[in-house]
């Protein structure tokens, strides 16, 4: 399976520091042909300037969230058309920062999955438990439901359009990354959740830097990483990479 690497950008960088990463991220993946997918998912904002800063180049565009209905009455929201008229083509739903400052909730995160679907877009779908649902021992009863309900009503045939990305909450952002073992244990389990998700890319993401994604890569369960901190250095997203790279 190809493996992919995702920057998700969250609330970072202006539509001028964007370009400056994107261009800066480019440059140091320039020397050698791709043979990993490298999304970058800046802020709506920043999404035309990146677009023109990747053009020729093998990076492509995701965003961060999506609304699902094509238009409407949804102040602040973005489409799924307005998404692909920029150029985007992967789409991250159901992040832990969307379900726990937006209050995203399962079912609207099985909405966006099937309209992304149906626009063509690749959701990467993130599930993942959070410290106390680790600590009470219902890390697979959490991370299972979620994935069940995310793709609520998606034929299993679909479900290789898809990503999965298992993210343990509490290791997003705090350094703390989940042993690559036991991630690559949970990975297996939400894989085996649903019938179809055998060939759906996994994704691991929480506190990946380039000293440590090496492992997540070497386990049977992982094809590549969503990453936030490191996304945000030219160099390190870069080193990240080819990392994935390496072997395949
Ligand atoms: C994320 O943004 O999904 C993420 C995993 O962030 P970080 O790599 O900073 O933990």
Same mark, same amino acid.
Do not use: I, L, V, Y
């Given at each position: 399976m190809t493996r992919i690497v995702v920057g998700n950008w969250k609330m970072h960088e202006t539509s001028a520091q964007a370009s400056v990463l994107a261009r800066g991220i480019a440059a140091a993946l320039a020397d050698e042909p791709r043979s990993a997918t490298v999304v970058l998912a800046p802020p709506f904002t920043a999404l035309e300037a990146v677009r023109k800063s990747i053009h020729g180049t093998h990076l492509v565009l995701g965003a961060q969230t999506m609304h699902? #209905?094509?238009? $409407? #009455?949804?102040?602040g929201e973005i489409s799924p058309p307005m998404l692909l008229e920029l150029g985007v083509r992967y789409v991250i739903l159901g992040h832990s920062e969307r379900r726990r400052y937006c209050g995203e909730v399962d079912a609207e995160i099985n909405r966006k999955v099937r309209a992304a679907l149906g626009h063509g877009l690749v959701p990467i779908v993130a599930v993942g438990e959070s410290e106390q649902e680790r600590d009470a021992g219902i890390t697979d009863e959490r991370v299972t439901a979620q994935i069940r309900a995310a793709f609520e009503g998606v034929a299993a045939t679909d479900l290789r359009n898809a990503v999965v990305a298992y993210e343990p909450v509490w290791a997003i952002g705090t350094g703390r990354n989940c042993d690559p073992q036991e991630a690559d244990r949970v990975m297996g389990t939400i894989r085996a959740s649903i019938p179809g998700l055998e060939s759906t890319p996994f994704l691991y993401g929480g506190s990946v830097s380039p000293a440590n994604f090496a492992s997540y890569l070497a386990? #049977?369960?992982?094809? $590549?990483g969503l990453v936030g901190g490191a996304s945000l250095d030219s160099a390190s997203f870069a080193q990240l990479v080819h990392l994935a790279e390496r072997g395949t």
């Open positions: 699902w #209905a094509d238009e $409407g #009455a949804f102040t386990r #049977a369960n992982c094809q $590549g």
